[in-house]
T-cell receptor, first 115, second 109 residues
Framework: EADIYQTPRYLVIGTGKKITLECSQT?????MYWYQQDPGMELHLIHY???????EKGDLSSESTVSRIRTEHFPLTLESARPSHTSQYLC??????????????FGPGTRLTVL | SQQGEEDPQALSIQEGENATMNCSYK?????LQWYRQNSGRGLVHLIL?????REKHSGRLRVTLDTSKKSSSLLITASRAADTASYFC?????????FGKGITLSVRP
């Protein structure tokens, strides 16, 4: 098991609520990622970070925001949740390589349902 | 459009048989990786093959990479019921990984 944690594992909330999905890792990795995955579908990168105070948008446009104040912590926030945000959200981390992309370690995911 | 595309979409085999899964991609890559995902869980890294490598082994896993055909295959030998999962290929380029839709493997006891 990788040392990367996500809370909550499951979340059911009403439309319009503000939510924060937590992700933390104890491996000291500089790079962290958020992916969105619908059932039976591929992962879409929505945010990533190269390190503290670095955040970048991914390939899939998302209304969520992220912050990276500490190396080990990479929370994702939705200011006003909508049913279209219903999905599984996966957090991952990796070491930085000089060339190429290293293996990523994934958390167990947060399954979000917005009613 | 997605970079990695797996084939077949679903595969059902008997325990003890070999499972072969294929992945094709479109653009140049630094490496290609295979991941496994059990239902409702995060992904687990299986194996990474670099663009200058042609074949790699890890336990019961064998992965090949043909950069001229832009394709890779993952072979799981002597499959077990515990191998039942979804398998994703991911191409590494430009400091990011791009995942395919995945292959659902069912291993019948």
């Amino acid at each position: 098991e990788a040392d990367i944690y996500q809370t909550p594992r499951y979340l059911v909330i009403g439309t319009g609520k503000k939510i924060t999905l937590e992700c933390s890792q104890t491996m000291g990795h500089d790079k962290m990622y958020w992916y969105q995955q619908d059932p039976g579908m591929e992962l879409h990168l929505i945010h990533y970070s190269y390190g503290v105070n670095s955040t970048e948008k991914g390939d899939l446009s998302s209304e969520s925001t992220v912050s990276r104040i500490r190396t080990e912590h990479f929370p994702l926030t939705l200011e006003s949740a909508r049913p279209s945000h219903t999905s599984q959200y996966l957090c991952a981390s990796s070491e930085v390589l000089v060339i190429g992309e290293n293996e990523q370690f994934f958390g167990p995911g947060t399954r979000l349902t917005v009613l | 459009s997605q970079q990695g595309e797996e084939d077949p979409q679903a595969l059902s085999i008997q325990e003890g048989e070999n499972a072969t899964m294929n992945c094709s991609y479109k653009t140049s890559i630094n490496n290609l990786q295979w991941y496994r995902q059990n239902s409702g869980r995060g992904l687990v890294h299986l194996i990474l093959i670099r663009s200058n490598e042609r074949e790699k082994h890890s336990g019961r896993l064998r992965v090949t990479l043909d950069t001229s055909k832009k394709s890779s295959s993952l072979l799981i030998t002597a499959s077990r019921a515990a191998d039942t999962a979804s398998y994703f290929c991911a191409t590494g380029a430009n400091s990011k990984l791009t995942f395919g839709k995945g292959i659902t493997l069912s291993v019948r006891p």
